[in-house]
C-alpha cells in the first residue's frame, strides 16, 4: 500500500487505537502484533498417580455393572439362592449405614437434618412396595422376547454408564437418569426370573448396587482416600472373579479393558496434555465469575 | 474470467499512464464492486448500517456499487435506495438467525448472473456469520474475480463450535485477496482463526455519523441518570446489570436508570426492578429504532456497556457523540475505541463496574466532566464514513493490482494451508464449483447475458438522470478536494 516510509522513532511509535491517524498503512503489522496473546493459561498439570487415582471412579462403577450381571446370571441359572443373596445384601447395606455415618462423624446427617426414622421409613415404604409389585414385574415383560430383553439391558446399562456422574461438570451428566436406567436394566432383567421372590431380590439388590453403593463410594474416596483404593481393588477382584467363573474370555477382556482405563488412559491423557495449545487473549469473552443471582433472592 | 477482456474494468485509465503518485491513483481509478452479506436492511444492526454508509460513501467516490442479499419477507428482487444505490434480494432459504444455508453451489447460477450483468470486478463480503458472505467469496474465486472480506465478529478458541468455523474461515479466507477488521485486537482474532499472513489484512474501523449523534443538554433531567442502550443478551453483559442496578440505587438516591434495548434478559431487569421497588428510578423502554437511540441518548449523563466481548462497539461512540460520561467494560476491542480521557474502563464484574459509575457520579456532581458540546466535538473528528470509504477504497486499489490464483494454484493452496482432510475436501468442492460453472457458462454463455445499466459508477444513470444527483456530485467534487 502507498503510504509515507515508516519511520521508528519514539515520536511516530505505532499505537493499538483506532481514533487516531497514524502514519501507518492499514495493513500495517507492529511488532507489538499478538503480544496479548497466552497460551494453555488454564491447561492443568497432571499427576499420573493422581489422575489413576481419579480413574477409579470409572473402574468402580464397570465393575458394580459387572458384579450385577454375574449375580444376575448366577440367579437365573438358579446357582445362587435369593433368600442367601438377600441375607448379605442386607448385611452389607446395614455395614454400609453405620460407616456412612461414622466416616464423618455424623456430619453429613446433621448438615442435611435427615432423621434416622426418615430413613427407617423409606427403606421400609420401599421394600413393601418392591416385595408387593414383584408379582406384576414377573409378568411385565412376558409379552417381549428375551433377545429384546438383553438388548434393551445392555442399552440401559451402557446408557448408565455413561450418565453417570463421575465428578466431571459436563451437560451430559445427569445422575437421575443414570440411576433410572440401571433400575429400567434391572427390572427388565429381573423379569426374566424364574420366580417373583427372585424378582424382587434382585431389584433390590440393584437398589442397592446402582443408588446406595455409589453414595457410601463418594463418602469413602471423600474421607478416607486409602481404603477406598483397597476397596477399589478389592471390588476389581471380585468382579473379575465373579466373571472368571462364567467366561474366561470374558474374564481377560474385563481385565484388559480395567487396566486400559486406569493405566494406559491417564498415560495418554498426560501425553496428549503436552500438545495441547489453548490461545487466550482479549478477544475471548470475558466470564461473570460472581454468583448474580443472590441480588434476586 | 471471459467477460473480463470484454471491458469489464476498462472505466477510467489505467494508473500506469499517470506519474505514480498515490493521490492520482486514488481518484482516477473506479471499481465495479459488489457487497454480499446476508445481513442487510431490513434488519438492522452494526453490519448493515456498516454496509449501507460505506457503499454510499464510495457512490460518493465514483465507484459502482451494488448490494447482494436474501429476500427478506416480501421484499425481494431488485430495489433501489438512496443515490441509485441497487439492492438484489435474492430468493434464497433462510436457515438460522438470518443467516442462508449454505451448499456451496445452489447460489451459484444466481450469483454468476449477477456478477456477469453488473460486470463486477470486486466481491466484497461482509461478517463471517453470513453463509452467502463465503458462498459469494467461494464462488467469486472459482470465476476469477478480486475478493475482499470484511470480519465484524471476535471468536473464541476453546469450544466444538468455534474449532469447527474456525476451520471454515480458514478454508474461506485461505486465498480471499484481503481481509478487513474493525479493530486492532479483530485482527489478531482474525490473523490467528483463519491462520493468515497479517500483512493481507488491514484495520478498518466502524464509523458514526456525528450529525446524526449530537448533544442537547436540556433534554436531560434533573437528576443523574444512567443509560443503557443494548440488545439485552447474555453477550452483552445483561446479568451484570442486575447486580449494578441495586446497589447503586441503594447508594444515591437521585439516580435514575433508562435502559432501551430487548432481548430474552429483559425479564431479570424486570425482576430486579420488582424487588426493590425501582419502577420509578428504573425505566425499561424496549426495542428501539435506530433513529429514536439519539433522543434516549441525550436524556441521561452517564452511559453504561457491560458488554462481554465486542469487536468494535458502535454504540460507546454514539454516545461520546451524544456528550455523555462512557462507562464500559474492558472486553475486545473497546479500550481502542475511545482516548482515555473520554472512557472509564473497568473489569466485566459488578463490584468494578459500580467503582466506574461511582468515579463518573462524583465526576458529574463536582462539576467536573466536559460539557457535552465539547465531547461531541473531539469525537466527531474519530471516526466517518467517508475517511472509512477512503481507505477501503485503498484496498479496492491494491486488490485490483494483484492476480487472482488460477485453479492449479487455489487447488494447491487449498491442500497445504487448511489441513489433510479439510484441505482436500474443499479442494474436491472447488473442482465441482469449477466444472458446475464451466456447465452453466456452456448453457447461458456470459456474451448473451444482458448488461446491466448501471445505476452508479462513471457511467451512473442515477447522477446523470436526477438532479439531486448531480448536486451530489457537486459535493463529492468537494470531498475530494478536502
Known amino acids: 500500500m502507498c503510504a509515507q516510509p515508516v519511520t521508528d522513532t519514539p515520536e511516530t511509535r505505532w499505537q493499538k487505537v483506532l481514533y487516531e491517524r497514524q502514519p501507518f498503512p492499514d495493513n500495517y503489522v507492529d511488532q507489538r502484533f499478538l503480544e496479548e496473546l497466552r497460551k494453555n493459561i488454564h491447561a492443568r498439570k497432571y499427576q499420573y498417580w493422581a489422575v489413576v487415582f481419579e480413574s477409579s471412579v470409572v473402574i468402580q462403577q464397570l465393575c458394580s455393572v459387572c458384579v450385577f450381571g454375574v449375580i444376575w446370571w448366577y440367579m437365573d441359572q438358579g446357582l445362587l439362592a435369593p433368600h442367601w443373596l438377600f441375607g448379605t445384601g442386607l448385611a452389607l447395606s446395614l455395614i454400609g449405614y453405620v460407616l456412612f455415618d461414622l466416616l464423618d462423624g455424623g456430619e453429613g446427617r446433621r448438615k442435611s437434618g435427615r432423621t434416622r426414622w426418615a430413613d427407617l421409613k423409606s427403606a421400609l415404604v420401599f421394600i413393601t412396595f418392591t416385595y408387593g409389585f414383584s408379582p406384576v414385574l414377573k409378568t411385565l415383560t412376558e409379552s417381549v422376547s428375551t433377545d429384546t430383553i438383553y438388548a434393551m439391558s445392555v442399552f440401559m446399562l451402557l446408557g448408565h454408564l455413561i450418565f453417570f456422574d463421575y465428578g466431571a461438570n459436563a451437560a451430559i451428566v445427569s445422575s437421575a437418569l443414570s440411576l433410572n436406567m440401571a433400575i429400567f436394566a434391572s427390572v427388565c432383567l429381573a423379569s426374566r426370573l424364574p420366580r417373583s421372590l427372585h424378582a424382587f431380590i434382585m431389584v433390590t439388590f440393584a437398589i442397592q448396587m446402582f443408588a446406595l453403593w455409589p453414595m457410601l463410594q463418594k463418602k469413602l474416596k471423600a474421607c478416607t482416600p486409602r481404603s477406598y483404593v483397597g476397596v477399589t481393588l478389592l471390588f476389581a477382584c471380585s468382579a473379575l472373579g465373579g466373571l472368571l467363573s462364567i467366561s474366561v474370555v470374558g474374564a481377560t477382556l474385563f481385565a484388559l479393558l480395567l487396566v486400559s482405563i486406569s493405566c494406559l488412559c491417564p498415560f495418554y491423557l498426560i501425553r496428549l496434555q503436552l500438545l495441547k495449545e489453548n490461545i487466550h487473549g482479549p478477544w475471548d469473552e470475558a466470564e461473570i465469575k460472581e454468583d448474580l443471582s443472590r441480588f434476586l433472592s | ?482
Open chain 2, 1 to 482: 474470467m471471459a467477460y473480463q477482456g470484454g471491458g469489464g474494468h476498462d472505466h477510467g485509465p489505467s494508473p500506469a499512464l499517470y506519474p505514480v503518485s498515490p493521490e492520482s491513483l486514488f481518484t482516477c481509478r473506479t471499481h465495479n464492486i459488489c457487497m454480499v452479506s446476508d445481513f442487510f436492511y431490513p434488519n438492522m444492526g452494526g453490519v448493515e448500517s456498516h454496509i449501507y454508509q460505506l457503499s454510499q460513501c464510495l457512490i460518493e467516490r465514483g465507484h459502482k456499487v451494488i448490494i447482494v442479499t436474501h429476500a427478506y419477507g416480501n421484499r425481494k428482487g431488485i430495489r433501489y435506495l438512496t443515490k441509485g444505490l441497487k439492492v438484489y434480494y435474492l430468493p434464497l432459504k433462510v436457515m438460522y438467525n438470518q443467516s442462508t444455508a449454505t451448499t456451496l453451489f445452489h447460489s451459484l447460477p444466481l450469483l454468476r448472473y449477477i456478477f456477469v450483468r453488473e460486470r463486477v470486478t470486486i466481491i466484497h463480503s461482509h461478517s463471517s456469520f453470513s453463509a452467502m458472505a463465503h458462498d459469494a467469496l467461494f464462488h467469486a474465486k472459482t470465476m476469477g474475480l478480486r475478493t475482499v472480506f470484511t470480519d465484524h465478529s471476535l471468536f473464541g478458541f476453546a469450544d466444538v463450535s468455534s474449532v469447527l468455523t474456525n476451520k471454515l474461515l480458514t478454508v474461506s479466507l485461505c486465498d480471499t485477496n484481503h481481509i478487513i477488521c474493525v479493530s486492532y485486537t479483530s485482527k489478531e482474532n482474525t490473523v490467528l482463526r483463519a491462520a493468515l499472513n497479517p500483512e493481507i489484512v488491514s484495520v478498518i474501523p466502524n464509523a458514526v455519523d456525528p450529525t446524526d449523534f449530537t448533544p442537547d443538554p436540556f433534554r436531560r433531567h434533573g437528576s443523574m441518570t444512567i443509560v443503557i442502550v443494548s440488545r439485552l443478551v447474555y453477550r452483552k453483559g445483561t446479568d451484570l446489570l442486575s447486580g449494578i442496578i441495586p446497589k447503586l440505587c441503594r447508594k444515591y438516591q437521585d439516580l435514575n436508570f433508562i435502559i432501551g434495548g430487548e432481548g430474552p434478559k429483559r425479564i431479570i431487569l424486570e425482576e430486579v426492578r420488582e424487588r426493590y421497588q425501582l419502577h420509578d428510578r428504573v425505566r425499561l423502554l424496549g426495542a428501539l429504532e435506530h433513529k429514536d437511540v439519539r433522543n434516549v441518548l441525550v436524556q441521561g449523563h452517564i452511559f453504561l456497556n457491560t458488554s462481554l466481548t465486542e469487536a468494535f462497539c458502535m454504540a460507546i461512540v454514539e454516545a461520546a457523540s451524544c456528550g455523555l460520561q462512557v462507562v464500559s467494560t474492558r472486553v475486545g476491542g473497546i479500550p481502542e475505541v475511545l482516548p482515555e480521557n473520554l472512557i472509564i474502563l473497568c473489569e466485566p464484574s459488578v463490584k468494578s463496574l459500580c467503582e466506574g459509575l461511582e468515579k463518573a457520579i462524583s465526576q458529574l456532581k463536582s462539576g467536573t466532566l466536559p460539557a457535552p458540546e465539547k465531547i461531541h466535538n473531539i469525537v466527531k473528528t474519530f471516526y466517518t464514513w467517508r475517511n472509512v470509504a477512503e481507505r477501503t477504497e485503498k484496498v479496492y486499489n491494491r486488490v485490483a493490482g494483484e492476480t487472482v490464483l488460477p485453479m492449479d494454484k487455489r487447488l494447491e493452496r487449498l491442500m497445504s494451508h487448511c489441513g489433510p482432510v479439510t484441505g482436500c475436501i474443499f479442494a474436491l468442492l472447488a473442482v465441482f464449483n469449477f466444472l458446475f460453472l464451466t456447465f452453466l457458462r456452456w448453457m447461458i454463455p456470459d456474451s448473451i447475458i444482458d448488461v446491466a445499466v448501471d445505476a452508479t459508477g462513471p457511467k451512473g444513470a442515477w447522477t446523470n438522470q436526477y438532479p439531486y444527483g448531480r448536486k451530489r456530485g457537486g459535493d463529492n467534487e468537494t470531498s475530494k478536494t478536502r
